[in-house]
């Protein structure tokens, strides 16, 4: 069974960046689409970025055009990287496959926090 660790949150101003990262356990190539969740105090989890096997993404639409998702095969990894962060980007983000793999599957995720 797979499973992912998160890194690379931190505190940031809003406007600044930061890039996440996401290490698998096993192979990643096998999944067909790949996603970054993310969780914010009070809300349930919900998909920001997918990454498609053959190279395209998709994106929520509060997330669009300042992040940028993308995968290493070969690093069995996924990565983050957020500009222009606004305040209601804080929140815990993590990474699984979409459709998300069962409960064990999940890291703790990378806490993000955008304040002034």
């Known amino acids: 069974q797979v499973q992912f660790v998160e890194s690379g949150g931190g505190l940031v101003q809003p406007g600044g960046s930061l890039r996440l990262s996401c290490a698998a356990s096993g192979s990643i190539s096998r999944f067909i689409a790949m996603g970054w969740y993310r969780q914010a105090p009070g809300k349930q989890r919900e998909v920001v970025a997918t990454l498609i096997r053959g190279g395209s993404t998709n994106y929520a639409d509060s997330v669009k055009g300042r992040f940028t998702a993308s995968r290493d095969n070969a690093k069995n990894t996924v990565y983050l990287q957020m500009n222009s962060l606004e305040p209601r980007d804080t929140a815990v983000y993590y990474c699984?496959?979409?459709?998300?793999?069962?409960?064990?599957?999940w890291g703790q995720g990378t806490q993000v926090t955008v304040s002034s």
């Open positions: 699984n496959v979409i459709p998300a793999l069962d409960l064990s599957s």
